[in-house]
């Protein structure tokens, strides 16, 4: 008989206000959500609705620090509405999708943007510029409660005090229950699911050293520090 011990699966949680954990189980990103965005990438938003891909649970981080990657000279910021669900299901009705809002918060949607360029041309999935490791900085979610369903307010990053993104949540192209009920018509949807929202026009490069300031009117600040 051997005596390995397989190793218990860790759940992965990210902070919520008031000092309490929210377990992730998926992370949804939707892309091409702000149509300023999708147009300063290369694409027309009124002839390619936005798509969606996923990042792993464990590339949350809420440790306020991005680590430099490795394999790139081209890392982006994309600041996003962070969206965690309290329930699921499948085929959700667009007016019952809030219904399964737990709360909200802010994210980035860090970018190995020269990786991810290679994959498009080469036809292949954008994990390797999208989901690697600390890729999803984030900041507390804030229950309904405390912010309500916030569907506009100004969308804003600056790097060391210099503005680079700015948008508002009124200017995304799918709302958040457009969303939750589109995804769950092709996944199971379940507690524990995020939704990053998607990102205003104006990602550019960080490096080392730079400070991210990251804010959405309604729901709050992130502050990370490129290392």
Known sequence: MSDYVIPAPQVHVIPTEGGGDFPVRRVYCI????????????????????????????????????PYPPHTSDVHHEVELLVGLKSGGTNIPLDEALDHVWGYGVSLDMTRRDLQGQM???????????????????????????????????????????????????????????????????????AGDVIMAGTPSGVNAVVSGDVMEASIEGVGTLNVKVV
């Not at 149509?35 to 590339?59: C, I, S, Y």
């Not at 200017?171 to 229950?177: A, E, L, R, S, Y």
């Open 120 to 190: 498009k041309k080469m036809g292949r999935p954008w994990e390797i510029g999208k989901a690697f490791e600390r890729s999803g900085p984030v900041g507390p979610l804030r229950p309904v409660s405390a912010v309500g369903h916030p569907d506009q307010g100004r969308v804003a990053l600056l790097v060391n005090g210099e503005l680079r993104q700015e948008g508002d949540l009124n200017q995304m192209i799918w709302k958040v229950p457009e969303m939750i009920s589109y995804l769950s018509e092709y996944f199971d949807l379940a």
């Open 31 to 66: 892309g091409r959500n702000f149509a300023a965005h999708a147009v300063e990438m290369g694409h027309d938003p009124d002839r390619e609705p936005p798509f969606f891909f996923q990042k792993n649970p464990n590339n949350l981080d809420a440790s306020g620090e991005f």
